[in-house]
């Protein structure tokens, strides 16, 4: 049973950076060729992709967050990891990891999904 | 990019069947075979309830269904059960740079 677990600081200040990481178990993220991805959703609001990554280090970032993501993978631990620089309250919101349900395609339809970690930008 | 067009709120009594549509454009809905309809509870992650616009993945309810026309996609939920009281978001594959494009919510309330 694949499983995600998103970790990181619950409260991060304004123009400093968004770290999280999510932990996955019950598969490994270097084979089955699928991509692994950040989803959020702004307290009382709909989703929003952040961006995917492939176990090889191949990206895909939404255009609106590209000049502040960085994700990368650490085979070894099992994870990947999403950054987020020079945050503002709007970047307020619930943090999925997710991973799709066809191996190969990034975006088409997210099967897996950590329980979601609060990230709150304050000061 | 726009957000996919959702109505607010549907509602219906148990046993009956509700639908919601997802309208977008001929840039992502229109386009390609790629709609998917998401399940949330308040205070829980989203569950995919059907992908590639038709397709269910296992273990959901074949009280679940899903369609396409033109640029409107459709989700039916049949046999409405206290259980289906949710948020439901679509999603679709989009040619623009976002890649995808999620709805705007619509309230499932079962009556």
């Known amino acids: 049973q694949l499983q995600l677990q998103e970790s990181g600081p619950g409260l991060v200040k304004p123009s400093e950076t968004l770290s999280l990481t999510c932990t996955v178990s019950g598969a490994s993220i270097s084979s089955g060729g699928y991509y692994w991805g950040w989803i959020r959703q702004p307290p009382g609001r709909g989703l929003e992709w952040i961006g995917s990554i492939y176990h090889s280090g191949s990206t895909y970032y939404n255009p609106s967050l590209k000049s502040r993501v960085t994700m990368s993978v650490d085979t070894s631990k099992n994870q990947f990891s999403l950054k987020l620089s020079s945050v503002i309250a709007a970047d307020t919101a619930v943090y999925f990891c997710?991973?799709?349900?066809?191996?190969?395609?990034?975006?088409?339809?997210?099967?897996?999904w950590g329980q979601g970690t609060l990230v709150s930008v304050s000061s | 990019q726009s957000a996919l067009t959702q109505p607010a709120s549907v509602s219906g009594s148990p046993g009956q069947s509700i639908t919601i549509s997802c309208t977008g454009t001929?840039?992502?809905?229109?386009?390609?075979?790629?709609v998917s309809w998401y399940q949330q509870h308040p205070g829980k992650a989203p569950r995919l309830m059907i992908y590639e616009v038709t397709n269910r993945p296992s273990g959901v309810s074949n009280r679940f269904s899903g369609s396409k026309s033109g640029n409107t996609a459709s989700l039916t939920i049949s046999g409405l059960q206290a259980e289906d009281e949710a948020d439901y978001y679509c999603?679709?594959?989009?040619?623009?740079?976002?890649?995808?494009?999620f709805g705007t919510g619509t309230k499932v309330t079962v009556l």
């Open positions: 001929s840039s992502d809905v229109g386009g390609y075979k790629y």
């Open positions: 997710v991973r799709p349900a066809v191996a190969g395609t990034a975006v088409r339809s997210f099967q897996y």
């Open positions: 999603s679709s594959y989009t040619n623009s740079g976002t890649l995808v494009v």
